[in-house]
């Protein structure tokens, strides 16, 4: 079941999470393909893009809440908050 969604419209595609799956995944807007980035997710929760330094952030709220990046290719993961989280829902990304 999805969660949360965002569309990168430079690159068109639209990434995604998945709490029934328990993945961040990508598709092109078109649909014509789709690829798993992360998977093995507890609670998958929100998703973001930040276009100039190409990564996609997302949230894991399961047992081990964490704020987490994956380069736009899925390469790379890192988390970026683990400490103090309980519920991460929401995220938002200010580029400038």
Request: glycine residues 6%.
């Given at each position: 079941?999805?969660e949360d969604l965002v569309v990168?419209?430079?690159?068109?595609?639209?990434?995604?999470?998945?709490?029934?799956?328990?993945?961040?995944?990508?598709?092109?807007?078109?649909?014509?393909?789709?690829?798993?980035?992360?998977?093995?997710?507890?609670?998958?929760?929100?998703?973001?893009?930040?276009?100039?330094?190409?990564?996609?952030?997302?949230?894991?709220?399961?047992?081990?809440?964490?704020?987490?990046?994956?380069?736009?290719?899925?390469?790379?993961?890192?988390?970026?908050?683990?400490?103090?989280?309980?519920?991460?829902?929401?995220?938002?990304?200010?580029?400038?």
């Open positions: 079941m999805p990168d419209e430079i690159n068109r595609n639209i990434y995604f999470t998945d709490s029934v799956r328990k993945h961040l995944a990508v598709c092109s807007l078109t649909g014509d393909a789709c690829s798993v980035l992360v998977s093995d997710i507890e609670q998958p929760r929100a998703v973001a893009i930040h276009h100039n330094k190409r990564l996609v952030l997302y949230t894991d709220w399961g047992t081990k809440p964490a704020i987490a990046m994956v380069a736009m290719d899925g390469s790379n993961k890192k988390d970026l908050v683990s400490d103090g989280l309980v519920w991460p829902n929401g995220l938002a990304i200010d580029e400038i």
